[in-house]
């Protein structure tokens, strides 16, 4: 999918799906968990994966843009932060991150 002049996005299953009228984006956000994607726990470092709604990817119109991102945190502390364009990729991230805290590569014992 490319971006489009529009910065606002609602999920439609597993499909971004670009919205013009802002209202509309914001009563979808208001309505439960819908942009969790993932949410796990492993000792004490919590790790999130959400659709964002907005596109961070801050390129032109044209660039892919990017709408999920899961975050590693402990005791509230960011410990680390990857961004992906696709429901897809935000799953595969999301497992990669729990790896990460398994192994240790976040610089982590757990």
Not at 84 to 96: I, K, M, N, P, Q
């Amino acid at each position: 999918m490319k971006r489009s002049l529009n910065l606002h996005y609602i999920l439609d299953g597993r499909t971004p799906v670009p919205v013009a009228n802002v209202l509309e984006w914001a009563m979808w956000f208001e309505v439960g968990d819908n942009r969790r994607i993932a949410s796990d726990q492993i000792g004490d470092v919590w790790v999130s994966t959400v659709f964002l709604g907005l596109d961070h990817s801050h390129g032109p119109p044209g660039s892919v843009p990017i709408l999920f991102e899961t975050m590693a945190f402990r005791d509230k502390e960011e410990l680390a932060c990857e961004r992906y364009a696709s429901y897809e990729e935000a799953e595969a991230g999301h497992t990669a991150m729990l790896q990460r805290v398994v192994d240790g590569t976040l610089g982590l014992s757990v």
